[in-house]
């Protein structure tokens, strides 16, 4: 939660291969107080069945540039994983995913509440601000 003096996080995870949201992502949360600091790691949390972090840690006073690392590549290995096991005919020598990792870097205001969702891909992703 945002106050006045702080801004807050949140973030979702669609997989648009499936449609779904993906589950069991580690994510990990980081800030400075402006572009020439040392990044704080401030701590992490994983997606839920919904693809949401709902309990990202808080950001601290001061903080102007936020960072969050999505380590994508476990997730869409055991995606594979599943897959093959369903169906091994259809094995692919090919990398689970081309992006192991997003990091996303974003500008925050005080009292602000910023959402970022990441729409993901094996070979591709998209983020934006939400709501």
């Given at each position: 939660?945002?106050?006045?003096?702080?801004?807050?996080?949140?973030?979702?995870?669609l997989?648009?291969?499936?449609?779904?949201?993906?589950?069991?992502?580690?994510?990990?949360?980081?800030?400075?107080?402006?572009?020439?600091?040392?990044?704080?790691?401030?701590?992490?949390?994983?997606?839920?069945?919904?693809?949401?972090?709902?309990?990202?840690?808080?950001?601290p006073?001061?903080?102007t540039?936020?960072r969050?690392?999505?380590?994508?590549?476990?997730?869409?290995?055991?995606?594979?994983?599943?897959a093959?096991?369903?169906?091994?005919?259809?094995?692919?020598?090919?990398?689970?995913?081309f992006?192991?990792?997003?990091?996303?870097?974003?500008?925050?205001?005080?009292?602000?509440?910023?959402?970022?969702?990441?729409?993901?891909?094996?070979?591709?992703?998209?983020?934006?601000?939400?709501?």
């Amino acid at each position: 939660m945002s106050t006045s003096t702080t801004a807050s996080v949140s973030t979702h995870i669609l997989d648009t291969s499936a449609g779904r949201p993906a589950e069991g992502v580690a994510v990990r949360l980081a800030a400075r107080p402006g572009r020439d600091a040392d990044w704080q790691a401030l701590g992490g949390s994983a997606t839920d069945a919904d693809g949401r972090c709902k309990d990202l840690p808080a950001l601290p006073e001061g903080t102007t540039q936020v960072r969050l690392d999505f380590a994508v590549e476990p997730y869409f290995e055991k995606k594979q994983a599943d897959a093959q096991q369903d169906a091994p005919a259809n094995r692919d020598s090919g990398p689970a995913v081309f992006f192991p990792e997003v990091a996303i870097t974003f500008a925050v205001v005080p009292g602000e509440h910023y959402h970022v969702p990441l729409l993901l891909n094996p070979f591709g992703y998209s983020v934006y601000r939400g709501s």
